[in-house]
Nanobody
Framework: QVQLVESGGGLVQAGGSLRLSCEAS????????MGWFRQAPGKEREFVAT????????DYANSVKGRFTISRDNAQNTAYLQMNSLKPEDTAVYYC????????????????WGQGTQVTVSS
């Protein structure tokens, strides 16, 4: 079992930055690929970024590429999403998720989910 807790959301002006954290319980965090997803009001949840178990490979949605950076610190059992140059359309609840070993864009391939953290970007 892996329990995930997100933090770091909040209200920020367009052009600003936020860093989301996803802290995992358990001793096997380093065995899991991690993903970030988001869900805006009235929309389906969508893929944002993913990183494999070692942090060696990453993948991003086109809408955030060049602005967001996913990373992880296995010693701290924590994954991060650094979000720069935020836009109002980035407003959503952001979720982190874990799956065994590899990275994936598909939310169906993730086994564990956090409760989400709200990010609001004002224009």
């Amino acid at each position: 079992q892996v329990q995930l807790v997100e933090s770091g959301g909040g209200l920020v002006q367009a052009g600003g930055s936020l860093r989301l954290s996803c802290e995992a319980s358990g001793r096997t965090f380093s065995s899991y690929g991690m993903g970030w997803f988001r869900q805006a009001p009235g929309k389906e949840r969508e893929f944002v970024a993913t990183i494999n178990w070692s942090g060696g490979t990453t993948d991003y949605a086109n809408s955030v590429k060049g602005r967001f950076t996913i990373s992880r610190d296995n010693a701290q059992n924590t994954a991060y999403l650094q979000m720069n140059s935020l836009k109002p359309e980035d407003t959503a609840v952001y979720y982190c998720a874990a799956r065994w070993r590899g990275r994936s864009r598909s939310e169906d391939e993730y086994d564990y989910w956090g409760q989400g953290t709200q990010v609001t970007v004002s224009s």
